[in-house]
Antibody, heavy 123, light 109 residues
């Protein structure tokens, strides 16, 4: 069964780049059957999709974050990563990685989530 | 696409039925609508995909329906462990972008 685990610095300074990694276990990241995504949740707020990547390397990003986000996959390490540049206090949030099955013409939802990691932007 | 959930907090007693609404601002295919449950300090849990299909391990007291712009999540008899925040989510089929509703908190009355 697929499992995901986020890792990365918990504290980032304003204007710097937030970098997180999601490690995939219990299954292969080298598959076209799944997509890999990042979602965040600011304190006391709802869920915000950041972006997703597919085995092909194609990506889709939240338009509100697109200029600052890069998501990539490292198949050799069975990991996918998030980079968010020029962070401000508004980027303080719990960051989740998640995945789900994909198929043409259908959406199976995000059925596997990491536990989430809290990232604080502060000097 | 924007998703609007209602009601605001929903206060119920255990054993009562719950009806949560998710409205999209554009007509959407049922295939691209999902529901999640999130408890404090936990990651979201997938409940429903394809607008009406229960995810693995989800009790049958959870059901969902809807089409077009109006979607409903129903809990037939609320159990104590069901008090949580519920989110609907849409996947845009062409751009593969995802949007969450703002959430509905189901709280104990």
């Amino acid at each position: 069964q697929l499992q995901l685990q986020e890792s990365g610095p918990r504290l980032v300074k304003p204007s710097e780049t937030l970098s997180l990694t999601c490690s995939v276990s219990g299954g292969s990241i080298r598959t076209t059957d799944y997509y890999w995504g990042w979602i965040r949740q600011s304190p006391g707020k709802g869920l915000e999709w950041i972006g997703s990547i597919y085995y092909s390397g194609s990506t889709s990003y939240n338009p509100s974050l697109r200029s600052r986000v890069t998501i990539s996959v490292d198949t050799s390490k069975s990991q996918f990563s998030l980079k968010l540049s020029s962070v401000t206090a508004a980027d303080t949030a719990v960051y989740y990685c998640a995945t789900g099955a994909r198929a043409p013409g259908y959406y199976y939802g995000m059925d596997v989530w990491g536990q989430g990691t809290t990232v604080t932007v502060s000097s | 696409i924007m998703l609007t959930q209602s009601p605001g907090p929903l206060s119920l007693s255990p054993g009562e039925g719950a009806t949560l609404s998710c409205r999209t601002n554009q007509t959407t295919s049922n295939s691209y609508l999902a529901w999640y449950q999130q408890k404090p300090g936990q990651a979201p849990r997938l409940l429903i995909y394809g607008a009406s299909r229960r995810a693995a391990g989800i009790p049958d007291r959870f059901s969902a329906s809807g089409s077009g712009t109006d979607f409903i999540l129903t809990i037939s008899r609320v159990e104590p462990e069901d008090f949580a925040v519920y989110y609907c989510q849409h996947c845009e089929s062409t751009s593969l972008m995802y949007t969450f509703g703002q959430g509905t908190k189901l709280e104990i009355k």
